[in-house]
């Protein structure tokens, strides 16, 4: 029976996640959306369909007692940066949402920040099925590439540099400080006179890092922009030394990066020593930047596509003849000691 | 750090889900299957796509302890069915598998109920995403229909029949057979001379029942034969009392149904009392089965269709003019005692 004041599952998808009528009417390619068993779509002549799906799973991706607006924003974050990854544009998602009850507060701020970082993208939602369980956030993106451009982890050759955009290890590091006890955190120990920043400074440069975390910035339009140019790519949300060797083994080659050449953050340079700063960029998840591959030639191209999206691309390394992915610090052989984070091994 | 012995999310999905080679190679669209950032497919020409996504939880839509194979054929059969509802022919599906543990043999099960429903269905998976935390299953599932073809809930006409495939009941009730204490089954009191049945024929029927709820028949083909001869359309899976008023309602219609011509399973009349069997034909869930509306001058081209389907096509009732849903029971007013299930409601 129906208990007083309680919303049924078609109440709730409604109230939340219809679409108001100015953004879902005409909504580019939305024949039909939420509201029937399934929804209709229209894909551009001249394209592939491109679906990727990732869940977010509470006390495992995400901090338990994470604001809800930045669990909306990283769910749907997680696929816009699969889709960028292969150089595809974003159009259509559902929302598979298991949470543990009604609670009117917590779903308003998660749809907030689902369907804010939707609009940015030029993403509509178009189904969803809520459930009663622990909280688990599935979301599906759907988007298009025009024929054959799909940017893919196996068209790199030996030669092609690789890059990668942003900076890495903020995401990471942002979340060790948002579930870290503050005695613990670099810019405490900064007070003590044993770091480099002032206290004030340090304060402002966590809190960027678990804005980084808690807002990634997925980059689709650089992927858009990375068509033609580079030849393969793949997203960074596992950490660079567990996801490099997948693109090098898609491609067929192995890879070298010289570690002292990975980009890092004003921020995490300020709150961390070298060393920790070093391996949050080398095998922290959660940064949401690209890994690319492109012929030396076209690295300038690449740079400045990247440029014109305030975006900084660095080369940090090659693809190599063979299967051996290899690391040097300032010219000396290294060896990682961390591994990418892989949602079964912790 | 990698333990022993255990399985990565990488291998897990390679493992269990990434389609053998036989059936992979050049299925039907799919350009780029598992293993890179996102699928890449290929929409026919001149079709809409069609997705929908659905959620089952341990607990909630089937019993803690059910059979693996069967979690998995229920994942993909629910979203079979919300196709099945539009008339479109389902094609890629993706999966969101959230569970406790690696535990190869429980995945093996669930692989194989999931990858054998999906093969009867022309139905390629294309991509996966394994996470650990309570056991939730999303899929998610992507098909086709021809430009304009798709069958809605909002297409009826006042005065058009409402039909239902197959039979009502036997979902709910083999759920209740199968989470029941022995002494509480229909069987054993009928063991007792208070039914109507023998006690190996019931035991017969029970099974019939409960193999109804675990592996459902999703109406895929009659779906697409359903096209240009219904006028509306819907899945049954949450029961028909919750479901025909959002019928009616997307088609701005009432409706009256005439509760005596519901179709009853011969398994369910030998071991329900036509009270039991009536409040489970007409409000329990887990059917999978499609309510339409059909033009009475086609009532019989879509009984045929359904018949070279070997399967039953039963009108029930009709849509009216105004809001209202009605029902009787042989000529007198009848008020259902129970709703449709609500997967936030109980």
């Known amino acids: 029976m129906k208990k007083e004041g309680s919303l049924g599952e078609f109440d709730l998808i409604r109230r939340f996640f219809q679409p108001r009528e100015a953004e879902g009417a005409g909504a580019a390619g939305v024949i039909l959306g939420i509201g029937d068993d399934a929804a209709l779509l229209d894909l ?81 939602l178009v189904g969803g099925d809520t459930t009663r369980g ?107 030394v567990g996801d490099l060797p997948k693109l090098a083994q898609a491609s067929g080659l192995g890879a070298h990066v010289a570690v002292e050449r990975l980009p890092l953050s004003a921020a995490l340079t300020r709150v961390a020593t070298p060393e920790q700063a070093r391996d949050w960029a080398l095998a922290a998840g959660d940064d949401y930047e690209l890994l690319l591959a492109v012929p030396a030639r076209r690295f300038a191209a690449l740079e400045a596509a990247a440029a014109r999206l305030n975006l900084r691309l660095t080369a940090i390394g090659e693809l190599v003849s063979g299967s051996a992915v290899t690391w040097s610090l300032n ?16």
Chains 1, 2 share one sequence.
Do not use: C
């Open 134 to 240: 622990p909280l688990t956030v599935s979301v599906q993106l759907m988007g298009h590439v025009p024929r054959g451009a799909a940017l893919r982890r196996s068209g790199a050759d030996a030669g092609d540099l690789l890059a990668v955009t942003g900076t890495l290890g903020d995401g990471g590091a942002g979340l060790a400080f948002s579930t870290a006890p503050p005695e613990a955190r670099p810019r405490d120990r900064d007070r003590d006179g044993t770091g480099t920043g002032t206290g004030n400074l340090d304060r402002a440069a966590v809190l960027d890092l678990i804005h980084r975390f808690e807002y990634p910035t997925p980059r689709v339009e650089f992927g858009v922009a990375a068509r033609g140019l580079a030849t393969a790519a793949m997203d960074l949300s596992d950490g660079l």
């Open 331 to 346: 010219g000396a052989k290294f060896v990682p000691a961390v591994r990418g984070f892989d949602h079964f091994m912790d």
């Open 44 to 124: 551009p002549a001249g394209t592939e369909l491109v679906a990727a799906v990732d869940t977010i799973v509470a006390g495992r991706h995400f901090p338990h007692g994470t604001d809800a607006r930045s669990i909306g924003h990283r769910a749907l974050a997680v696929n816009l940066s699969d889709l960028a990854a292969m150089g595809a544009t974003p159009a259509w998602a559902t929302l598979a949402l298991t949470m543990p009850g009604v609670d009117a507060a917590w779903l308003e701020r998660f749809s907030t920040g689902l369907l804010h970082l939707a609009r940015a993208n030029g993403v509509v």
